[in-house]
């Protein structure tokens, strides 16, 4: 007898246990901005093995291709082998592989919701904005609760020039958890685009209901407490082994990215980026986007830095 276990991926990164609240007075906060030559780095960098493709998601892919084939099954289960393998797919970067299992889970389980969220997220890697939009659409109509769909919308409305749509999006995102710092980040790249200034003193505020955990330090790195340097240096802290720490380089790199692009050094932001990229961690928001971001880079398509 087979056992099927559905294990579903998550698409951001999880939610921080609670730690001890920042106490600075958000009124007090002064945000600095580093001086240096336009195209002059002296970060250093951390530099790991990339993450290598996963042997055992590779053998349970050929599994369940096997199973499929060789037995009659029910639509319900078909559904749900195509979802696992999909969501395996996507794991080792498969994107286009991946895609198509989703789109063909709706044809057995036309009411999941997870198989359209997964769908829209492809969409929007594709710079299919429209599709996107509808699958997320589809998404929240057959589950108003996902625990996603707002935070992936959002991100579909930050990439197609939406900042309002996507500041909505990422309040809402927001404000089921005010303690993670991601949330928080993603929601000031939003506000980044519509007002600067606001922003960065929304940022300010926000940042007193993180707890002082390393992903608090992305937070202080745009608030202009810590430099890219310590940033760097602090993925080594409490760091339980290898993946653990490529995972929060792929972090460290894209959010550095965005913060060289907001002073204006595109170059840097780009070697940035490029480094998230090369840590193979497909499934995490930061190695998603990153090819979007280096395509805005290459259009001039941003905020000017103040």
């Not at 291709?65 to 319900?76: A, F, G, I, R």
């Not at 036309?110 to 969409?123: L, T, V």
């Not at 890219?228 to 339980?240: D, G, K, P």
Request: aromatic share 12%; proline share 4%; net charge negative.
């Amino acid at each position: 007898m087979l056992s099927l276990l559905l294990v579903a991926c998550s698409t951001s990164p999880q939610t921080p246990e609670q730690e001890q609240r920042a106490t600075t007075d958000p009124a007090t906060v002064s945000i600095t901005r580093p001086v240096r030559e336009p195209g002059v780095s002296g970060n250093q960098f951390i530099l790991v093995e990339p993450v290598m493709p996963s042997s055992q998601r590779q053998v349970e892919i050929a599994q369940i291709s096997q199973l499929m084939l060789e037995h009659e099954l029910s639509d319900e289960q078909m559904a749900i082998l195509l979802y696992r393998r999909g969501a395996l797919y996507d794991a080792l970067g498969m994107s286009t592989l991946a895609r198509i299992d989703f789109n063909q889970v709706l044809e057995y389980r036309p009411g999941m919701s997870d198989a359209y969220n997964y769908i829209g997220i492809h969409a929007t890697q594709a710079g299919d904005f429209e599709t996107a939009f509808e699958a997320f659409d589809s998404a929240l109509e057959l589950d108003p609760e996902h625990p996603y769909v707002y935070l992936n919308r959002g991100i579909t409305a930050y990439y197609s020039g939406q900042y309002d749509l996507a500041q909505a999006d990422f309040a809402d995102y927001h404000y089921q958890d005010e303690q993670d710092a991601y949330r928080v980040i993603w929601l000031f790249f939003a506000e980044y685009e519509l007002e600067q200034e606001r922003a960065y003193q929304l940022l300010s505020q926000r940042k007193q209901h993180v707890p002082e955990n390393w992903e608090h330090n992305i937070i202080r790195l745009f608030t202009g407490e810590i430099d890219a340097q310590q940033l760097i240096a602090s993925t080594l802290e409490n760091v339980e082994d290898q993946r653990a720490l490529t995972e929060r380089l792929a972090e460290a790199y894209f959010y550095l990215a965005k913060y060289e692009m907001f002073q204006g050094y595109d170059d840097d932001a780009a070697n940035y980026l490029k480094l998230a990229l090369a840590t193979n961690i497909y499934d995490f928001i930061e190695h998603r986007y990153a090819p979007l971001e280096l395509e805005r880079l290459r259009n001039g398509d941003r905020i000017a830095p103040r």
